[in-house]
């Protein structure tokens, strides 16, 4: 198992693990990542931001998931953990571990704060972010792109 940057060649399939977990859970609706425009090349989109990168878990020459870091408030120095995705056959392997250890090793080095959004049903994922030191928020921070979310998670980095 490796965790590596996303390359051009990955964004098959990467929004192909987004989208089948989403459509597994009931939630390919619009105001999920499920919808979003950059899905179709999460490997320039993430390219072309500063300060942010995208990063796969791969298991025997395939990738079975991912995770990103992108700027959420310049001016604050707030960062966004998105797209925390695994493929059925990676997950319960420690790949969500490894996949958070580098993107908020990442966010350290160039922001003070780290907010997510997710839905409280994932119970798996929001077990996984309170390990990690996120805290739950009343409301998402302005500025929010999915509105089918209702869990708000954010990490002091400093």
Request: hydrophobic fraction near 35%; charge should be negative.
């Amino acid at each position: 198992m490796i965790i590596r940057d996303i390359k051009k060649e990955d964004n098959v399939k990467v929004k192909e693990i987004i989208q089948d977990s989403l459509k597994s859970l009931g939630l390919a609706i619009p105001g999920t990542a499920y919808f979003d425009p950059q899905l179709n090349d999460l490997h320039q989109y993430y390219n072309q931001l500063k300060h942010a990168n995208y990063w796969v878990a791969e298991m025997e020459g395939e990738v079975v998931g991912g995770i990103g870091i992108a700027p959420f408030n310049e001016y604050h120095k707030v960062c966004e953990l998105q797209k925390l995705y695994l493929s059925t056959k990676a997950q319960g392997l420690g790949l969500g571990k490894m996949l958070m250890e580098t993107a908020l090793s990442f966010a350290f080095t160039h922001y003070a704060k780290c907010y997510l959004e997710t839905k409280h049903e994932l119970k798996t994922a929001c077990s996984l972010y309170e390990k990690y030191g996120f805290t739950l928020l009343h409301e998402p921070l302005s500025g929010s792109d999915h509105s089918a979310m209702d869990a708000w998670y954010s990490k002091d980095l400093n």
